[in-house]
């Protein structure tokens, strides 16, 4: 009898944690915390970015600028040797160039590449928007689709989203009352653009690549810039999600 009775309240247990009420309590938890590890705000972080970059020159010493990726904390700047050497780069540095490392990634040693690596402003605490603020799904790919027009009459480029998935947990949406979800983004376009690009609140960025030389090609992968900024002109790729009410 005892054996039955334990059964039973092991079976009762576990159809109370899969239902939708436990799963919606467990997912607003988990929600939460996610919710508030996310990026600093989308144009908070943009401006940063580009005032660091505003500050590294195209020529250094004999060196070229070749590209500058961004992350959330920093942004490390790769030059190509012209004529200079690493003695007289070393000897001085960049403006607010932190650190100075050799990218020997280049099996040709003859091609010399330098990384220096440039802090970011203290970013200033920045709450999220309240969930509750967060747009609806249709409403978002809509607003990003008229984000993708406007974008394309300035220029040729390259914007893609990817579908979205749950934001926060680990939950079948289809258990959910409520619930957020959230996408990959991807834009590439001229670099003339950036200090006028304006993102939607609903977004974050995680980094920012600038290319002032054509990026090498990627051995037997196909070629998906076709839609690019031509070649011969700097341009950027930049990363990030979206998130929408489910």
């Known amino acids: 009898v005892l054996a039955e009775l334990g059964q039973q309240r092991a079976q009762t247990q576990a159809?109370?944690?899969?239902?939708?009420?436990?799963?919606?309590?467990v997912y607003r938890e988990?929600?939460?915390?996610?919710?508030?590890?996310?990026?600093?705000?989308?144009?908070?972080?943009?401006?940063?970015?580009?005032?660091t970059v505003s500050t590294i020159t195209l020529h250094w010493r004999g060196w070229k600028l070749a590209r500058v990726e961004c992350r959330t904390d920093?942004?490390?700047?790769?030059?190509?040797?012209?004529?200079?050497?690493?003695?007289?780069?070393?000897?001085?540095?960049?403006?607010?160039a932190q650190s100075v490392d050799e990218a020997a990634s280049n099996p040709d040693l003859t091609a010399c590449t330098i990384a220096t690596r440039h802090a970011l402003p203290s970013l200033e605490a920045t709450e999220p928007d309240r969930l509750e603020a967060l747009p609806g799904q249709l409403i978002v790919r809509r607003a990003l689709v008229d984000l993708l027009q406007d974008l394309q009459l300035l220029g040729k480029g390259f914007f893609q989203i990817e579908p979205h998935t749950l934001f926060g947990g680990q939950q079948n949406p289809e258990l959910l009352n409520a619930a957020v979800v959230h996408g990959r983004w991807t834009l590439r376009h001229a670099l003339w653009i950036l200090p006028e690009l304006s993102l939607p609140r609903y977004t974050r960025v995680h980094s920012l690549n600038l290319y002032?030389?054509?990026?090498?090609?990627?051995?037997?992968?196909?070629?998906?810039?076709?839609?690019d900024p031509d070649s011969v002109e700097p341009f950027f790729e930049m990363s990030g999600d979206y998130y929408a009410q489910k």
């Open 15 to 25: 159809l109370l944690q899969n239902s939708p009420v436990h799963q919606q309590k």
């Open 30 to 51: 988990s929600l939460g915390q996610a919710w508030s590890s996310l990026p600093p705000a989308e144009q908070t972080l943009l401006q940063d970015w580009y005032d």
């Open 74 to 96: 920093h942004c490390l700047a790769y030059w190509h040797r012209q004529h200079g050497s690493y003695n007289s780069f070393m000897a001085h540095l960049p403006a607010y």
């Open 212 to 227: 002032f030389e054509p990026p090498a090609p990627v051995s037997g992968q196909k070629d998906s810039r076709s839609q």
